[in-house]
Structures are given as structure tokens and as C-alpha cells.
């Protein structure tokens, strides 16, 4: 069975756009496994004109997993698996600085499926790093060194409570997300389930020290990390248009939303899709 897809690298690190396919299905089996191999290949794929409603884009991402329900964040009512990211002047973002979505969890997503539904007149585009081209541009010497380290992953680095805690029941709601996810522990480098690569898994949303180290050297390490996973020729940059789709591998990159928009608006819909325990 053959497909209609064109796919379009976008950079050498990361980023495709794929064009060809309505996301709002049917689809049938060869386009799904060519979006699969194109994941796995080029780690952000992009996708123009999809006017995708809830139930549709969460009908998509599950054909690559279960999906996950956010702890915090408000959703679709009728439409759990779909949260929703409104922001403006009176719900400032909170991810404008590199991370990888929820790993404050034992099995962070797979991936995620962010739909484009309201945008401000200029700006509020997103990057995205290879955690890969990253991990690859060390020294052996680094490499080795990281291969054995563990870090902390925090629920509350992201989410503070002094940003939940607007009223009793936003306050509540955060105390009963953040007893469930207590930090723990992931691999400083993860291997691909799938393709075997090593990446760098620490980020600035949510990793708040390297287990092994004294403090003051986890500190340093950490802001080197995080620093060199940011440096340009890891990146990919999207200019996002109304009914973008944008669907990436969470196990190995990071992204970033440029929070340049204000007092404009831009609201976006994510579906994420469970993954597996790093190792």
C-alpha cells in the first residue's frame, strides 16, 4: 500500500514538514507507519492546515499510545485527553524555557500532538533541540561521564504553588498533583526504545540535580547541559499559522515557547501520549 506523503526536512538536526495527509483520518496503515519511521527519523514533524477538533486530535495521537490526563492544567471537558495552554495577560506562560513535557512522571510521554488554535499577531513561535545532536557534539570523555549519572526530576520546578494558588480550589488541586508526583529519578542520557540512540534527558523545566554529584558540581553540570542543548545548530524553529500541527518525539528532544506575544493571546491544544521508563 502506497502513501500521498511528501515530507520536507527542515534542518539537519530535527524537523520535517509532512504535507499530503489530513490528520483528521482516516488514515490507513502505511501512513501511519510512515509517520512513525518520520518520527523516528527527523523527531518534530510539521504539518500545515489541519483543522483538527478535539475528539480528532485525540483520536490521532492514540494511534501511537495511551494517552495522558494532565495534573494541572485545564482540559477539554469533553475531551480530557486535550489540555488546553491559554495564555495572556492574566494566565502568563509558564514554558518559556527548554524542557521536555512531563517528566516528573515514571514513564514521561512519548510523544505529544500540539494543535495551533488561536495566535497572536506576530511572535509566540516554538523551537525545538535535539536531545541526539546534543548528546552527540560532547566530548567521549563528557559522554562517559554522563552514561552513569541519575537526576532529579521535580514536579514543582514547573508548576510552583504560588502560581496555583489563585483560589482554595486551584490551591487544592495543586497540593493533591504534587503528593502524587513526588520528585524522582531518571537517566542523565536515556537510550531510544526504538532506535538505540543516547540523548541527553535533563532539562530546565524539571530537572532540579545530578544524584551522584556534590551540589555545587550538579549545579555547574546542569548549567552547562543546559545551556549546550539550547546552543542553534540542535534547533528547529516553527512560525506557527491557525491549524498547525505539530507532533514530536518527547523521549529525545526538548522545546520552548517563545513568550513574546503580550498582551496578545495564543491558545494551544496538546495531546500526549504515554511513554515508557527511561533507561
Given at each position: ?11 539537519p ?7 499530503g ?20 527519523r ?6 500545515r492546515?489541519?483543522?483538527l ?5 485525540r ?22 485527553e ?97 503528593a ?15 532506535t ?23 549545579d ?21 499559522q491557525?491549524?498547525?500541527?505539530a ?33
Amino acid at each position: 500500500m502506497t502513501t500521498s506523503l511528501h515530507i520536507t526536512r527542515l534542518g539537519p538536526a530535527l524537523g520535517a514538514m509532512v504535507e499530503g495527509v489530513q490528520l483528521a483520518g482516516p488514515l490507513n496503515a502505511a501512513e501511519l507507519a510512515e509517520l512513525q519511521a518520520a518520527l523516528l527519523r527527523y523527531q518534530v514533524l510539521f504539518f500545515r492546515n489541519q483543522p483538527l477538533n478535539p475528539e480528532q486530535q485525540r483520536n490521532f495521537a492514540r494511534h501511537f499510545g495511551d494517552l495522558h490526563i494532565h495534573p494541572i492544567y485545564p482540559n477539554v471537558p469533553e475531551t480530557p485527553e486535550v489540555l488546553v495552554l491559554d495564555t495572556h495577560d492574566g494566565n502568563l506562560p509558564d514554558n518559556d524555557n527548554w524542557h521536555t513535557d512531563v517528566t516528573f512522571i515514571q514513564t514521561p510521554p512519548l510523544g505529544a500532538v500540539l494543535a495551533a488554535k488561536h495566535l497572536p499577531p506576530t511572535g509566540g513561535d516554538t523551537l525545538w533541540a535535539s536531545g541526539t545532536a546534543a548528546f552527540a557534539a560532547l566530548s567521549p570523555q563528557l559522554q562517559a561521564l554522563l552514561n552513569g549519572l541519575t537526576a532529579t526530576h521535580d514536579f514543582a520546578k514547573s508548576f510552583p504553588e504560588n502560581r496555583h494558588n489563585a483560589t482554595e480550589a486551584a490551591l487544592a488541586q495543586w497540593h493533591a498533583s504534587r503528593a502524587k508526583h513526588p520528585p524522582l529519578s531518571h537517566p542523565v542520557v536515556r537510550t531510544h526504545p526504538q532506535t538505540g540512540q543516547k540523548a541527553l534527558f535533563v532539562n530546565e523545566g524539571f530537572t532540579t540535580r545530578i544524584n551522584e554529584l556534590p551540589a555545587k558540581e550538579s549545579d555547574a553540570l546542569l548549567a552547562f547541559l543546559f545551556a549546550h542543548v539550547a546552543r542553534p545548530e540542535f534547533t528547529v524553529r516553527w512560525r506557527w499559522q491557525e491549524n498547525d500541527v505539530a507532533f514530536w518525539d518527547n523521549r529525545i528532544t526538548q522545546h520552548y515557547a517563545v513568550a513574546d506575544y503580550l498582551p496578545h493571546r495564543r491558545i494551544m491544544h496538546r495531546a500526549t501520549i504515554l511513554g515508557d521508563k527511561p533507561y
